[in-house]
C-alpha cells in the first residue's frame, strides 16, 4: 500500500512557465514533507521541506504547499528553467521525538521542461 | 566540503552471494540511512544508524544488515543475494538523527546487479 503517491509520471512544461507537482498521502502521522530532485546517475538532491504545522515554505524559485485536510502537497517552480528537468521525489516521514524514521518517497515525477 | 561517497558505484554478483557496501558521510555528518531503489518499488528505507547503533529499520528481511562506525562511516552487507535484490543503493547523511527539515545529502549511489 502506497502512503505516497505522486500520481503523474511524467509533466511537460514550457520554459518560464509555471510547473506544479503533486502529491498525495494517506499516512496521518506524517508530519514533515520533503522534495527531491534527481539527475540520471546521481543520488537526490534536497530541494525543499514543510512541516505539517505551516501550509506554505518558499525558497527562491521553489514553492511548497501543504493542505493537512486534503493530504495533499504541491511543489511550484516559477519560473521553470531548463536546468529543472529531472525526476521529482515527494518524500514524507512522521515526528517521534527522539527517534529516527525512515523517509516514505513517492515513485517520482519526471518534469521535463521544453525550450 | 566532500560529499557523501558511496563505493564502489557498480558491483556484479552472482545469486547466493554476498556483498558488502560502504558510505563515508559528509564530514560532521553522525547520521547514515540507507535507501534501496529498483524501478517497481521506488525508494524503500534500509535503515539509519547514528553513534554505531541502528536507530530504525524498514521493511526489509534479515539478510539486509549494516554497521556504523566510529567515525560514521557506514556499511551494510546483504547475504545470500536474490536476483531481486538488483537496485542502486543509496546512502544519506544528515547532521544529527532524523533531521527532517534540513534534508538528508544523498550519494550517488552503488549500482548492484545480481546474476
Known amino acids: 500500500d502506497q502512503q505516497v503517491k505522486q500520481n503523474s509520471p511524467s509533466l511537460s512544461v514550457q520554459e518560464g512557465r509555471i510547473s506544479i507537482l503533486n502529491c498525495d498521502y494517506t499516512n496521518s502521522m506524517f508530519d514533515y514533507f520533503l522534495w527531491y530532485k534527481k539527475y540520471p546517475a546521481e543520488g537526490p538532491t534536497f530541494l525543499i521541506s514543510i512541516s505539517s504545522i505551516k501550509d506554505k515554505n518558499e525558497d527562491g524559485r521553489f514553492t511548497v504547499f501543504l493542505n493537512k485536510s486534503a493530504k495533499h502537497l504541491s511543489l511550484h517552480i516559477v519560473p521553470s528553467q531548463p536546468g529543472d528537468s529531472a525526476v521529482y521525489f515527494c518524500a514524507a516521514t512522521p515526528y517521534s521525538g527522539g527517534g529516527a524514521d525512515g523517509l516514505t518517497f513517492g515513485k517520482g515525477t519526471h518534469l521535463i521542461i521544453q525550450p | 566540503k566532500a560529499g557523501v561517497t558511496q563505493t564502489p558505484r557498480y558491483l556484479i554478483k552472482t545469486r547466493g552471494q554476498q556483498v558488502t557496501l560502504s558510505c563515508s558521510p559528509i564530514?560532521?555528518?553522525?547520521?547514515v540511512s540507507w535507501y534501496q531503489q529498483t524501478p517497481g518499488q521506488g525508494l524503500q528505507f534500509l535503515f539509519e544508524y547514528f553513534s554505531e547503533t541502528q536507530r530504525n529499520k524498514g521493511n526489509f528481511p534479515g539478510r539486509f544488515s549494516g554497521r556504523q562506525f566510529s567515525n560514521s562511516r557506514s556499511e551494510m552487507n546483504v547475504s545470500t543475494l536474490e536476483l531481486g535484490d538488483s537496485a542502486l543503493y543509496l546512502c544519506?547523511?544528515?547532521?544529527?538523527?532524523?533531521?527532517?527539515?534540513?534534508?538528508?545529502?544523498f550519494g550517488s549511489g552503488t549500482r548492484l546487479t545480481v546474476v
Open positions: 564530514s560532521g555528518h553522525r547520521s
Open positions: 544519506a547523511s544528515s547532521l544529527d538523527m532524523g533531521d527532517r527539515l534540513h534534508g538528508y545529502t
